[in-house]
């Protein structure tokens, strides 16, 4: 009675799931496990993984499943683990890293090969996986992420403070310079898709960051966040969320939450004090900010915005490109 508690017990922890080996080291005998899977008790769910019947059917047990059955070590990785952290959808398949030399003959899962440093692992939801830091760096680094996406992963990573920018530009530029070949040119991506937050003030949300990009993707210069407007007496009338001070320019994403109907008096007496200051204000939603959309781009052609007359960089080692015209 007591192994079979002690069995249960782990199993509890492990969203219904539990492997043989530590059937056995709750005192189980391999008879005794040979009843429970004959009777239903348990459910064989790989090789010597089992799951106790009754256990509700999840993602998170199959991403345990997938942890048990590989060896030693097995952690859930990639987009399993971006998933665990409610960056992504949960894969068909859940990804998963085990150590370079060690066998990787399980089913159930799509496997990795990668060692891991010092902080490079947690537990989520109960679950060994990668921290988000080294999440993203190997999503881009596999192709995983990569374009609008590889955007959203990073700016919602870094917008929810699951860690520091300074850090995930620390582990991208490591990774970049071991890389070699593809994987490096993937790298180089996500390393341009950090630019944004190398310095300033962080943006407060995914669309802010989105929204610097496409400007520097047309050919303005850097904006700024949060930019301060104040009027003579030295008064702060405004906040913009993004702006080029240079040319008093300011950009405003109107999200539902921020700038619905209830919003609407306050936000047209702001804009009235921000453009007797001299200043544009730019109102910009999340429409705007879909690929196939042309209308802020547009909108910015009849403002007769100077473009930027510096260079813009690409990939590292590779020759600079001018803005576009």
Same mark, same amino acid.
Not at 37 to 59: F, H, I, M, Q, S
Not at 97 to 120: H, L, N, W, Y
Not at 214 to 234: C, H, I, M, N, T
């Given at each position: 009675? +007591?192994?079979?508690?002690?069995?249960?017990?782990?199993?509890?922890?492990?969203? *219904?799931?539990?492997?043989?080996?530590?059937? /056995? $080291?709750?005192?189980?005998?391999?008879?005794?496990?040979?009843?429970?899977?004959?009777?239903?008790?348990?459910?064989?769910?790989?090789?010597?993984?089992?799951?106790?019947? =009754?256990?509700?059917?999840?993602?998170?047990? $199959? /991403?345990?499943?997938?942890?048990?059955?590989?060896?030693?070590?097995?952690?859930?990785?990639?987009?399993?683990?971006?998933?665990?952290?409610?960056?992504?959808?949960?894969?068909? /398949?859940?990804?998963?890293? #085990?150590?370079?030399?060690?066998?990787?003959?399980?089913?159930?899962?799509?496997?990795?090969? *990668?060692?891991?440093?010092?902080?490079?692992?947690?537990?989520?939801?109960? #679950?060994?996986?990668?921290?988000?830091?080294?999440? #993203?760096? +190997?999503?881009?680094?596999? =192709?995983?992420?990569?374009?609008?996406?590889?955007?959203?992963?990073?700016?919602?990573?870094?917008?929810?403070?699951?860690?520091?920018?300074?850090?995930?530009?620390?582990?991208?530029?490591?990774?970049?310079?071991?890389?070699?070949?593809?994987?490096?040119?993937?790298?180089?991506?996500?390393?341009?898709?950090?630019?944004?937050?190398?310095? &300033?003030?962080?943006? *407060?949300?995914?669309?802010?960051?989105?929204?610097?990009?496409?400007?520097?993707?047309?050919?303005?210069?850097?904006?700024?966040?949060? /930019?301060?407007?104040?009027?003579?007496?030295? $008064?702060?009338?405004?906040?913009?969320?993004? *702006?080029?001070?240079?040319?008093?320019?300011?950009?405003?994403?109107?999200?539902?939450?921020?700038?619905?109907?209830?919003?609407?008096?306050?936000?047209?007496? !702001?804009?009235?004090?921000?453009?007797?200051? &001299?200043?544009?204000?730019?109102?910009?939603?999340?429409?705007?900010?879909?690929?196939?959309?042309? !209308?802020?781009?547009?909108?910015?052609?009849?403002?007769?915005?100077?473009?930027?007359?510096?260079? #813009?960089?690409?990939?590292?080692?590779?020759?600079?490109?001018?803005?576009?015209?």
């Amino acid at each position: 009675m +007591d192994a079979d508690q002690g069995a249960t017990r782990t199993a509890a922890r492990q969203w *219904g799931a539990l492997s043989r080996a530590q059937a /056995v $080291k709750a005192g189980l005998t391999p008879h005794q496990i040979a009843y429970r899977l004959e009777t239903g008790r348990w459910r064989p769910a790989a090789r010597e993984v089992y799951v106790v019947a =009754g256990a509700p059917d999840c993602r998170e047990q $199959k /991403v345990m499943i997938a942890c048990l059955a590989g060896p030693p070590g097995t952690t859930a990785s990639h987009l399993t683990a971006a998933a665990l952290f409610g960056l992504a959808r949960f894969p068909a /398949v859940p990804q998963v890293t #085990i150590a370079p030399k060690a066998s990787g003959r399980f089913q159930g899962a799509d496997v990795f090969r *990668g060692r891991f440093g010092p902080g490079e692992t947690c537990i989520r939801r109960r #679950i060994p996986c990668t921290t988000p830091t080294r999440t #993203i760096v +190997d999503c881009a680094a596999a =192709g995983l992420a990569d374009g609008e996406f590889l955007w959203d992963l990073v700016d919602s990573a870094l917008c929810r403070k699951l860690m520091q920018p300074s850090r995930l530009l620390r582990a991208g530029g490591r990774a970049w310079a071991a890389a070699r070949g593809p994987r490096r040119a993937r790298l180089e991506r996500l390393e341009r898709t950090l630019d944004v937050w190398r310095s &300033g003030a962080p943006a *407060g949300s995914p669309p802010e960051a989105r929204l610097q990009r496409k400007l520097a993707e047309w050919g303005y210069p850097p904006a700024d966040r949060q /930019v301060e407007v104040f009027d003579g007496s030295g $008064k702060l009338v405004a906040r913009a969320d993004v *702006g080029i001070r240079a040319w008093k320019v300011l950009f405003e994403y109107d999200s539902d939450e921020h700038h619905g109907p209830r919003c609407w008096l306050a936000d047209d007496d !702001r804009k009235d004090s921000i453009e007797a200051l &001299g200043y544009r204000l730019v109102p910009v939603d999340r429409f705007d900010l879909r690929p196939s959309s042309t !209308r802020l781009r547009d909108l910015l052609e009849t403002l007769s915005l100077p473009r930027s007359v510096g260079i #813009i960089p690409t990939e590292r080692g590779s020759e600079p490109r001018r803005p576009a015209a």
